[in-house]
């Protein structure tokens, strides 16, 4: 079945360092790539989304390109700021199943 | 455009207890999703309705949990009795149509502590 496996955390950073989480997925099919994000007391949102190889999803600084050869959506955004300090989800659907499957989520913490 | 609106926001019952949680889409949105998130883990499905009809409810233990989706609108979601395990973050979803390209869009989700 379709899997998504996502870069262990909680990850900690200084202000204006590279971020990059990495997600690498399993699908059976043909798959749409997302990241939601989850800031402290506020609900699941999605951030970026791409729905067919070689796409890049980019938001608020954020990218991830979908990479078919290598089945991986990592992100990445070149400047994190104190305001990206929040709960990262990698997840996907699949053509004919059209619930999302979630990795376990990457706690973000960026310092001053 | 309202987002999606769920009630209660927290809720602490005992084991055994029932409960129920409510959730309204956004308007137009034809197809709805229930996720259990414990925490930790990402939220995985318990049910996914396409107007009033059930699309996928395999993840969804029927012996104790029930959902509906009258006229195709708001939902409910039910836990009888509850359990320990039953402990988490229940969040629902809408999308405008349910293919798997389409964004879903969540609500803040209702917070279940059983004691």
């Known amino acids: 079945g379709d899997s998504v496996t996502q870069m262990e955390g909680p990850v900690t950073l200084s202000e204006e360092a590279f971020l990059t989480i990495n997600c690498t997925y399993t699908?059976?099919?043909?798959?749409?790539l997302f990241w939601y994000v989850q800031y402290p007391g506020e609900g699941l949102q999605l951030l970026l989304k791409?729905?067919?190889?070689?796409d890049k999803g980019s938001n608020k600084g954020f990218e991830a390109t979908y990479r078919k050869e290598t089945t991986s959506f990592h992100l990445e955004k070149g400047s994190v700021q104190v305001s990206d300090s929040a709960v990262y989800f990698c997840?996907?659907?699949?053509?004919?199943?059209?619930?999302?499957?979630f990795g376990t989520g990457t706690r973000l913490t960026i310092i001053p | 455009e309202a987002g999606v609106a769920q009630s209660p926001r927290y809720k602490i019952i005992e084991k055994r207890q029932s409960v129920a949680f409510w959730c309204n889409p956004i308007?137009?949105?034809?197809?709805l999703y229930w996720y259990q998130q414990i925490l930790g883990q990402g939220p995985k499905l318990l049910i996914q309705?396409?107007?009033?009809?059930?699309?996928?409810d395999s993840q969804l233990p029927k012996d104790r949990f029930s959902a509906e989706r009258l006229k195709g609108v708001d939902s409910t979601l039910k836990i009888q009795p509850a359990k320990l395990e039953d402990s988490a973050v229940y969040l629902c979803?809408?999308?405008?149509?349910?293919?798997?390209?389409?964004?879903?869009?969540f609500g803040p989700g209702t917070r279940l502590t059983v004691l």
């Open positions: 308007s137009g949105h034809a197809t």
């Open positions: 309705f396409q107007n009033n009809g059930v699309v996928d």
């Open positions: 979803a809408s999308s405008p149509s349910g293919v798997s390209t389409d964004t879903q869009y």
């Open positions: 997840a996907l659907t699949d053509f004919g199943n059209e619930k999302l499957t």
């Open positions: 791409a729905t067919k190889a070689d």
């Open positions: 699908a059976t099919g043909y798959p749409s």
